[in-house]
């Protein structure tokens, strides 16, 4: 079953004011509107990408947070957007959204053990990431909790901050850059430039 940009935008909202804080909520969708953005500064660069879908996905990433919990949301929000009926390619982000390179190693918070996520770290390392997929990878790296833009390299400290740095935490910088390096190579500028209120947030 598809999604329209309405009714994903819909489906988080019905959970505002239903839990302890809504920043989950605002920042689905920062990374929707911003990834939008990209999406389509890349359509006019004569990419084939699917903005509408792209948006969709940005506002769906997080959705298993909808409990009020973080801990497990990716296969949470996999099984809610399933069990719905919705097609694999809305699910999917769920999972897909915290780990870059195919790796599950790749990721900020911690270091996962493989072994306890047996789903997400085969799921992950057998995925092909579409291009609107790597989008969300990285505008969650641009969108704090609410609906502000930040350079990956402030993001990147507040998840430190308030995360801690793990003995992966380099690796994921790493690829962090890499990410975002990928997509300013297609563009032909500096994706930064597509933010000008982002000078704001630094």
């Known amino acids: 079953m598809k999604l ?13 004011g239903k839990n ?19 999406a389509k500064a890349l359509v006019e660069k004569r990419y084939n990408v699917d903005v509408d879908k792209t948006i969709i996905l940005g506002y769906l990433h997080d959705i298993g ?5 973080s801990n497990g949301h990716g296969l949470r929000g996999y099984n809610y957007l399933k069990d719905k009926g919705y097609d694999e390619e809305y699910c999917n982000i769920c999972i897909t959204h915290s780990y870059l390179n195919n790796d599950i190693i790749c990721t900020a918070g911690g270091v996962p053990n493989p072994q306890d996520k047996r789903f997400i770290a085969e799921f992950v390392k057998t995925h092909k990431y579409t291009i609107e997929e790597k989008l969300i ?17 402030k993001r990147l400290i507040d998840l430190i901050i308030r995360k801690g740095a793990y003995s992966n935490t380099q690796y994921h910088i790493k690829e ?20 000008p209120e982002i000078k704001e947030n630094l």
């Open 20 to 38: 302890k804080s809504d920043r989950w909520i605002d920042h689905c969708i920062c990374v929707g509107d911003t990834a939008g953005k990209i």
């Open 4 to 16: 329209t940009v309405e009714e994903a935008l819909k489906m988080i909202e019905t959970y505002r």
């Open 176 to 195: 962090t850059y890499k990410l975002k390096e990928y997509f300013d190579n297609l563009l032909g500028y500096n994706l930064y430039g597509l933010f």
């Open 65 to 69: 947070k909808y409990t009020g919990e």
């Open 137 to 153: 990878n990285l505008c969650d790296l641009m969108c704090p909790e609410g609906r502000k833009v930040f350079t990956i390299d």
